[in-house]
């Protein structure tokens, strides 16, 4: 299928037509608002964010609480429909592509991490992590085969028969990381995934998704408090009410995303060789 997700997940690689609007840029947002209202009142959590993101890029977003961080990450991931402005998803607007195009997107081509787990308690280690495949159709047998793999890659082989309620804060973010990159995603967000963990483990989680981002190639945006774990990532946008304060201006309609995005250090792809 010749879709948005289809043109670039079938061997993780873009086809020329899907990345038209740019060589390496997967996510670029332009003139991105989103306005809330509630009574009479208005709340505009996003003024008109321009933001442009290179495949294997890891990208941390700061900002004060308010600043529209986790609104920003729902509508990259289209959860959400901006009030105006446009994503763009693989040189594609999300606007512009059709209802089940959609779904395929935000089912295949993102994966979500969030502060809170959101794991079913009663259901196993295993079977929480399969859930995505299995909403997909795919058979029981080869779904939790490929969970039992990725709760490997996060180091929890050993607690795949636990009932997920059972384990402790940090091994049911190391789930929730195996759940969202069962489906193999292009694009892994993540919002404040650190968040509700004590530094040691927040240290922990933060290295298993930088390992995993490097070694799937993903290109990874995550939203943080955490100052420490953002300056590790290639590059961290600051935003304030709404509006990136850093970062925006020098990416926006230049030519090398990888030279720009870091200010001259080494982008993920680079260290990759
Ligand atoms: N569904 C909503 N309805 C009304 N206002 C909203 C809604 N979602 C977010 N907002 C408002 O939009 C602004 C940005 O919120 P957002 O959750 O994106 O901030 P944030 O940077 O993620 O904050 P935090 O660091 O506390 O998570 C806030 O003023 C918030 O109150
Ligand atoms: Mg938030």
Redesign the pocket.
């Known amino acids: 299928m010749q879709d948005i997700t289809g043109a670039v997940v079938a061997d993780g690689q873009a086809t020329p037509a899907a990345l038209e609007s740019g060589i390496g840029e997967l996510l670029k947002t332009v003139g991105l608002r989103r306005v809330?209202s509630?009574g009479n009142s208005q709340?505009t959590?996003l003024a008109g964010v321009n933001l442009c993101v290179t495949r294997g890029e890891m990208v941390a977003i700061v900002?004060?609480?308010?600043?529209?961080?986790?609104?920003?990450l729902h509508l990259l991931g289209a959860l959400d429909t901006p009030t105006s402005g446009t994503v763009y998803f693989a040189g594609k607007s999300l606007e512009a592509i059709s209802d089940a195009e959609l779904t395929e997107f935000r089912n295949r081509a993102v994966g979500f991490v969030w502060q809170r787990h959101h794991l079913l308690p009663d259901f196993t280690a295993v079977e929480n992590v399969a859930m995505p495949l299995l909403a997909r159709g795919i058979a029981s047998r080869e779904a939790l085969g490929a969970a039992h793999g990725w709760l490997e890659e996060v180091g929890l082989a050993d607690r795949a028969q636990h009932r997920a309620g059972e384990l402790s804060g940090g091994e049911q973010q190391r789930v929730a990381i195996a759940r969202a990159l069962v489906t193999r995603p292009l694009l892994l967000l993540a919002?404040?995934p650190t968040g509700d963990l004590d530094e040691g483990n927040a240290g922990t989680i933060f290295e298993l998704i930088e390992r995993l981002h490097r070694s799937h190639r993903l290109t990874s945006i995550l939203?943080t408090?955490n100052l420490q774990l953002a300056r590790r990532c290639n590059r961290t946008l600051v935003?304030e009410r709404?509006l990136l304060v850093t970062g925006e201006e020098s990416l926006v309609g230049r030519e090398s995303a990888s030279t720009r995005a870091t200010g001259g250090r080494a982008t993920a792809q680079e260290e990759r060789g």
């Open positions: 809330f509630s709340v959590a900002g004060p609480s308010g600043s529209g961080k986790s609104t920003l919002d404040e939203a408090h935003l709404g």
